[in-house]
């Protein structure tokens, strides 16, 4: 399985605000984000906004 490719002109997503604990890395581009416990989630915002916008058809 290859590694995931983001561009290298994407900005970085926001710093995750939750506890170090909670940190890990996204699924697709590999950048920090609250990813375990109560409101974490695989990808980061950046990312999941671009899910998102590809599923609306955007």
Not at 20 to 38: D, E, F, I, N, W
Not at 42 to 57: I, N, S
Request: positive net charge.
């Amino acid at each position: 399985m290859s590694t995931p490719t983001v561009a290298a002109d994407r900005p970085k997503p926001p710093a995750p605000e939750c506890a170090p604990s909670q940190v890990g890395l996204c699924a697709k581009c590999q950048q920090p984000c609250h990813r375990y416990g109560h409101g974490g989630n695989p990808l980061c915002v950046l990312c999941r906004k671009e899910l998102e916008e590809w599923r609306a058809g955007r």
